[in-house]
């Protein structure tokens, strides 16, 4: 296991050494009886969530995902676990089927609003087969996502990680060197490779740039992804697929006014 690797995962065991939680007979059941401390109705700037990711804060989806990912290795063994990148978010899912039941729900900011919240780069933890969203909880049903990608434990949630270190670099050349090595870790993660497109455009590598974004829209044609497309390689198709899906009025919330 890899040193960076080994470092994340020790992190999560340690967060959960005071933590109280109950066993249950299986995974799934210990995991849906945590009350994780998942904010609600709490605005989070992105320093502040790339903070708690870094300490692996339960607030964040990613220590969430560690901390179960600790609990379950801790008190089970022989469990096959993988960390599933969500790539088709459910919920997001469920509002765009009822946007198009109801067309009037374009002219609602605030609808808008929550499913490019859901849209979020967002992951869950998979036991033998079987996804674990902490969210579940909240929703109090079971969040299925539509199409995830089963990648490694560890080395997808330590990609993660680095994601929120490269962020810190203000330089395009050491950003983009943390996003390398993160991809050498865990390859095929689309949040590495969305966020690899901000230092590859500064830097003026625009082959590279548009291979990623190219290679981002066949796996998670979400609605920043694909107005992020359009804008940097004038695709006409991601343009009217965002307005077909989405609306034109999504385009204000995704540029934040």
Known sequence: MPDKVSYVRDLAIKMIENGAYSISADPISTLSGINFDIPVGTYFS???IREMNLGLDERSCLGRLAKA???VERN???VELKFGEVWQDMLATILLDRMRENPGLKNDPSYLEEILLYEEPHAVIVVHGKQYDPLSKQAGFEIAHPRIENLPLWEGITASYMVSESQLQENPAERLKILEEAEKICP???LVRENMINPLVRLGRNDEMVENLNWVIERRPCARNLYAHYVLTENEESNQ???KTYSEKIISHILGG
Request: hydrophobic letters at 35%; glycine letters at 14%; zero cysteines.
């Open 46 to 48: 992105q320093s502040d």
């Open 69 to 71: 990912a600790a609990i």
């Open 76 to 78: 089970y063994s022989g």
């Open 188 to 190: 095929g993660t689309t």
């Open 241 to 243: 697929r965002l307005i």
